[in-house]
């Protein structure tokens, strides 16, 4: 094994925690329609770029008229293995891709980790399912244009359309409070991405959530997917009746029987065909290389390689910065700087560790706990406002005096320098607000391996081809801690899950920091430490092909449609210019279901 990869083990056991052995099951191969390379036919309406989890969900909804055929071409296998990919990290079902080593993270390297596969990351990730809050949704549409209706408003029909929602069992919500809101949620019976609650509690998380609950400045909202953050249990991707992993493969392609919607796994598109600014289709070949061959498409092109690979085959052809372009030896179509720029993860420290000085003793319950499902899924997701009562002033105003040209790459195109400035003061703005998420702790019964998480990095990255072989690897920079104030976040973080480990309602506890240790007992020890300990991805890139201002640095408009071309749109991860205060997964369906709607309404 590599050694970056080892850098996956901690959150890999961190998450396992909260997953049952569900994906040793395999699912029955239910797809009805499924040629091989050479059953590609010269053309079709939609040709699709990527089988992951927009790919999927664009494909299924352009498809489910008749009226238009629909080709989604595929890196990965169709691989009947249904679920989380720690059994040994297979390989099979995961790019092998390395980041730059990070000089602002000791010159560590680290596993970049995204899906190969049908379905894409929605089979190999965490299924942790979560939505961000009204204010974050709110920030994209001001990045965009004047009649931009991507905002909560804008997404909200499209989340309802696109997950299937199953409330908790009654007897486990009313013993550990968990609450919701229906108004949120949608129960079409025509979807088949489910969100889904555990049915598995330990009666120790009372005391973990009322401890929470009980930290200044944290609120518990009805539900945590209706716009507002806090403390919350929040569902996964699971279907409520196998407790099985819900995804793009099982939500949008089995069981479908459909003559106009063909998939082709193990195929691997290289670069887009064009017409003078038209494009036209996109040349591939077979996974495992071999001859270009090329497939038309009447009326778009749709980009759903993801956020590291959609920006790979716009520079392949020809769109993208122009100084990349020509150090590549391409010639440009389209200059377009922000192609692979402002990129953007969560990041995380996979390991905050205590021990119980004093066991604390199960209260009773009340109700039977059923059976099935993963082990339960609380989690606080919290502002700054919270996490450093004391210090979130300070780090807002130093972060809003700072030169926004101070962090960026050399470089930096000046309308990618003016997307990050209108980002900064956004940003600088929401850190005073309670209701955008910064921080994210998973809380279990037991007190090891805490992993807190930064939602809200302000270091940018970039991912470019390398210009010495641009048909090889992605060159990924996360750019990790680039920009100081997201050490000094983390800082904060982790006095935080301090004061809530050892002091308020846990300290009867007693509880003692075994990682990093009451050693560390000052911000700068603390700052050392977690510049050893960061890692700049929780897996969920997003930003490259950013849907904002094209004076901005955007790439994509309101439409997902990319400028300065004609029929190529882009419907991935990569679209959003900012991080949510949550996973991703459940946004990349909205957003697809919404660019379908799209797509269908130019078509
Ligand atoms: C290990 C891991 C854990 C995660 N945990 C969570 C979690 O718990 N909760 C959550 O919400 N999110 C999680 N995520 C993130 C989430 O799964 C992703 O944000 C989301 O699936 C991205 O969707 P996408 O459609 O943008 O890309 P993907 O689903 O990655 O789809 C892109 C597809 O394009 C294919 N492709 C790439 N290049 C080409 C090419 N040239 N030709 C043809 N096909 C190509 C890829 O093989 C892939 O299948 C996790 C991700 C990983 C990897
Ligand atoms: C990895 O996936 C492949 C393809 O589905 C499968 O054949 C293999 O058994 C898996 N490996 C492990 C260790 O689970
Ligand atoms: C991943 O790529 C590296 C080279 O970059 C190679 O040494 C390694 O064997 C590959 N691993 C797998 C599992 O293919
Ligand atoms: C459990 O039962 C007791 C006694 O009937 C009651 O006071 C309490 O509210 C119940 N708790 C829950 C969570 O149902
Ligand atoms: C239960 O959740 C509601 C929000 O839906 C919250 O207002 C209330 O304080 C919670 N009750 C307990 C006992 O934690
Ligand atoms: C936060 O506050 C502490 C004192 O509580 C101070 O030492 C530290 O420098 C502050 N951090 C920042 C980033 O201002």
Redesign the pocket.
Known sequence: MPKPIMNLLPIAAFLWIYLTSQWVVATPLRATVLRGQAAIKPEYDYVIVGGGTAGLTVGDRLSESGKYSVLVLEHGKLDNQNGFPFEGINSSRVFNLTSVPQSALNNRAFWVGIGKVVGGGSNVNGQVFLRGTKEEYDIWKQLGGASSTWDWNGMLPYFKKGIYFTPPDAGMAQEFNVTYDPSVWGQDSQTKVFATYSNSYSPIMKLMYSAMKNMPGVVVPKDGAAGTNGLFWFTTSMDPKTFLRSYSRTGHWDGLNRASYELSPETKVTKLTFEGSDVTGVEFTAASGGSVQRVRARKEVILAAGAIHSPQILQLSGIGPKKLLDDAKIPIKVELPGVGSNFQDHNYISSVSYQWGRQPSPPPLNHTIPTGGTNPVLGSFIGLPAV?P??FT??AQ?YANQDPAAYLPPFTHSTVLAGYAAQKSLWARAMLSPGVTFFQYMINASPTFGSPQNLHPMSRGTVAINPANPSGSMVVDYRGLSNPIDL?IM??ILKFVRRYMTAGELAQYAAVESVPGPAYNT?EKLATWARGQINPSAFHPVGTTAMMRRELGGVVDDDLLVYGVKRLSVVDAGIMPTTLGATPCMTVYAIAEKAADLIKERA
């Open positions: 450093s004391s210090n300070v780090i130093k000094d800082v904060e911000d």
